[in-house]
C-alpha cells in the first residue's frame, strides 16, 4: 500500500492507495509524527511513501517517514514525473499543480485536458494530448477576492460566498457577491473558450476545495474530481518505482 499526503495552503490530505485504488483519504488541520505511526500500526502493508507541499514540511515529519518506510519521496523540481514537464521555471511550479495535470493524464490519457484547481488560488493547468505539460494560469480564488475587496477598501465589508443568482446587486454585500461570483465563473468560463479555440476535444477538469461552486454555473461542460492530485501524487511514486 501507498501513502499519500498533500500539504496544500490552507489544509492537509492523506490518502491510502491499494493497487492503485484509493482506499481511504483524510483530511487533516495538521500532520504530526504520531499520525504517521499510528498508521503504520493500522496498515502494515504500507511501505511506500510520497509528500507533496506548498509551504515547508517539520524534518521530524520527513525523518519519520524515511525511517517508517523503504520508499519516501519527496516531491520537487528534480522528481522524475510520468509526463514530460515544459514549464520554464520548474522550480517555482506549485507541486500541486504539476501533481493534478498528472492525475489527469492518468485518468484521460492521451486527451488534451485544461485542470482547473478552485482552492485558495484558482490555476489553470493544460496538458496535451502527447503527455506534455505546457502551462497555466494562476488567478485569486472566491475567498481571497472576497478579502482583498474587504482589507483594500475602507467601508467595503467581509462578504462570504453563498448562493446568488441575480444579474447585480441591491445592496453593497450584494454587489460584492455578484461582482466576486459572477466574475469567476465568467472567468472560468472565456479561459475555457480560449484553450478550446487552440485545442480541440478538450477535457475541463475541475478540482480543489472550491469545485462544487462550479455546478451548474458553468455553459461549459466538465468533470469534477476531488481526489485528483492524491491520483497524481500516487502515480507519481508508482512511476519512480519503476524507473
Known amino acids: 500500500m501507498n501513502l499519500v499526503i498533500d500539504i496544500g495552503n490552507t489544509r492537509t490530505k492523506i490518502s491510502l492507495f491499494n493497487r492503485g485504488e484509493m482506499a481511504i483519504t483524510v483530511p487533516l488541520d495538521v ?6 505511526n499510528r498508521l503504520k ?12 507541499a506548498v509551504r515547508d514540511v517539520p524534518q521530524d515529519l520527513k525523518t519519520a517517514l524515511q525511517q517508517n518506510f523503504e520508499t519516501f519521496i519527496e516531491l520537487d523540481a528534480n522528481t522524475p514525473l510520468p509526463i514530460e514537464n515544459c514549464y520554464q521555471t520548474k522550480e517555482t511550479l506549485g507541486k500541486d499543480r504539476i501533481a493534478a495535470v498528472v492525475g489527469a493524464f492518468k485518468a484521460y490519457p ?13 490555476t489553470y493547468d493544460f496538458i496535451n494530448d502527447k503527455g506534455q505539460y505546457l502551462g497555466g494560469n494562476i488567478s485569486p480564488g472566491l475567498e481571497m477576492r472576497f478579502k482583498a475587496l ?3 477598501t475602507g467601508k ?4 462570504r460566498q453563498s448562493d446568488f443568482t441575480n444579474l447585480f446587486g441591491r445592496t453593497t454585500e450584494e454587489a460584492i457577491r455578484a461582482g466576486v461570483q459572477h466574475g469567476i465563473v465568467h472567468e472560468a468560463d472565456r479561459v475555457i473558450d480560449s484553450f478550446k479555440e487552440f485545442y480541440k476535444n478538450l477535457n475541463v477538469i475541475i478540482t480543489g476545495g472550491d469545485a462544487n461552486f462550479f455546478d451548474l454555473k458553468l455553459k461549459n461542460s466538465f468533470f469534477v474530481h476531488f481526489n485528483l492530485t492524491a491520483l497524481g501524487l500516487n502515480h507519481i511514486l508508482e512511476y519512480n518505482g519503476e524507473i
Not at 467595503?156 to 462578504?159: D, I, N, Q, T
Open 156 to 159: 467595503l465589508p467581509l462578504v
Open 110 to 122: 492521451n486527451s488534451n485536458i485544461l485542470v482547473i484547481d478552485a482552492g485558495t488560488a484558482i
Open 41 to 52: 500500526n493500522e496498515h502494515p502493508s504500507l511501505n511506500k511513501a510520497i509528500i507533496s
Open 150 to 152: 474587504h482589507q483594500f
Open 31 to 36: 500532520l504530526r509524527t504520531e499520525d504517521i
